[in-house]
């Protein structure tokens, strides 16, 4: 696992656990060529993008670099088996996927629904990685702590911080998060990250992987 002590020691490293990103609804295919052709440059860890745009992602990076894709996107209030049947068709361009958790059960205390819905989706992509949303900036403390353990009984192996709609996330976002869930499940986190000092933050909080539309711009600030 990258530590902040290997990326103030090797600032390069940061690549390896960045997730560049665009999941703008509007997005163009050629947006998508220039962010893959980011991932390519930069060797940043993966692509995000929304469902449409899978195909073209895994057709473009040819395994040389994980293509992630949003499901039950942005909200989460899909039910389980919309999940489940997006999870699946989705599994065979994508190797990863980044799920919000069902935000309105969660809302109503109903912590039983939160995990079933994961659970379902956590089942059907088998080996895959599942990143799982809470929407940190939404949440207090205390339930960026219940989400954060729902999720990971559910069977999520990441919880991410946010999709970005409610605000950016703060390194105190991602220490609820690490304190929460056990030390071999992964936190991304993602909003509002746009520089070097900024990921590294993150980092220090105990983020292992770092969502952002600015990788380009983490690795510019470097030396900037």
Same mark, same amino acid.
């Given at each position: ?10 600032? &390069? !490293? ?8 665009? =999941? ?8 998508? !060529?220039? $962010? ?12 995000? =993008? =929304?469902?449409?745009?899978?195909? $073209? &992602? ?23 088996? &919309? ?10 361009? &994508? ?35 599942? #990143? ?12 960026? !702590? ?13 919880? #991410? ?12 976002? =991602?220490?609820?998060? !690490? ?46």
């Amino acid at each position: 696992m990258l530590s902040a002590n290997d990326l103030v020691e090797d600032p &390069a !490293r940061i690549t390896s656990i960045v997730e560049h990103t665009n =999941v703008d609804p509007a997005a163009t295919e050629d947006e998508i !060529r220039d $962010l893959c052709r980011d991932v390519r440059d930069h060797d940043f860890r993966a692509a995000v =993008v =929304v469902p449409y745009h899978a195909p $073209l &992602a895994a057709d473009l990076l040819d395994d040389r670099a994980a293509v992630v894709a949003v499901i039950g996107f942005p909200y989460g209030i899909q039910n389980a088996p &919309a999940k489940v049947a997006e999870a699946e068709e989705l599994l065979e361009h &994508a190797d990863e996927l980044d799920m919000v958790m069902n935000r309105t059960a969660f809302a109503n205390d109903d912590h039983a629904a939160v995990v079933q819905d994961v659970a379902a989706v956590a089942e059907a992509v088998g080996e895959a990685t599942l #990143k799982c949303i809470i929407e940190a900036p939404a949440l207090s403390p205390e339930e960026i !702590r219940t989400a954060a353990a729902l999720v990971e009984e559910g069977g999520a192996d990441v919880v #991410k911080t946010a999709v970005g709609y409610d605000g950016p996330t703060d390194p105190a976002d =991602v220490e609820a998060i !690490r304190a929460a869930v056990d030390a071999d499940i992964g936190v991304k986190a993602s909003g509002g990250i746009s520089t070097f000092e900024g990921a590294l933050e993150m980092v220090r909080a105990g983020a292992t992987h770092i969502g952002t539309s600015s990788g380009v711009e983490i690795v510019e600030s470097i030396n900037g």
